[in-house]
């Protein structure tokens, strides 16, 4: 019985290109690699897969694992910025390289928007604290 596409692997590095790959990412990577804990090849392996293919997350194949957990682990190392180790690695000038870089930095632009969307409790703005109150889009609520 053969897997259909949507379960299989589409895109794979060799051994060859993993090695690369993996000298490339940080010490802490490297141990969890070498102790063969986190499936960092197949994960590594669903990104590039998905940026070749300029596919969406709920497109990764099922061989590669859960695309939720490629895609909350893709958002952890962009916050790290782990993704310039596999672009050097790749080649900085290639074109998956330049396509990675693009997803990269359009996550990155997309968390600082949310970010300065929402406001940490512990800032307020003068208003509230003049008025002893709550700033809200409809005014000020005081507290009773």
């Known amino acids: 019985m053969t897997l259909s596409l949507v379960e299989s692997r589409q895109f794979q590095l060799t051994d060859e290109q993993w090695r690369i790959v993996a000298s490339y990412l940080p010490r802490q990577y490297q141990a969890r690699i070498l102790n063969n804990t986190g499936d960092y090849r197949?994960?590594?392996?669903?990104?590039?897969?998905?940026?070749?293919?300029?596919?969406?997350?709920?497109?990764?194949?099922?061989?590669?694992?859960?695309?939720?957990?490629?895609?909350?682990?893709?958002?952890?190392?962009?916050?790290?910025?782990?993704?310039?180790?596999?672009?050097?690695?790749?080649?900085?000038?290639?074109?998956?390289?330049?396509?990675?870089?693009?997803?990269v930095e359009r996550y990155r632009a997309s968390n600082r928007w949310r970010r300065k969307r929402t406001k940490s409790p512990a800032a307020t703005s003068d208003a509230e604290r003049e008025l002893g109150g709550v700033a809200r889009p409809w005014g000020i609520l005081k507290a009773c």
Do not use: K
């Not at 990764?60 to 682990?73: F, K, L, T």
């Not at 958002?75 to 790290?80: A, F, K, P, Q, V």
């Open 42 to 103: 197949a994960f590594i392996e669903a990104v590039l897969w998905a940026v070749e293919n300029n596919a969406p997350w709920t497109s990764v194949p099922q061989g590669y694992g859960s695309w939720r957990a490629i895609y909350v682990r893709f958002l952890r190392w962009c916050e790290g910025e782990h993704w310039i180790a596999v672009e050097r690695a790749i080649g900085m000038e290639s074109r998956l390289a330049g396509s990675l870089r693009e997803r």
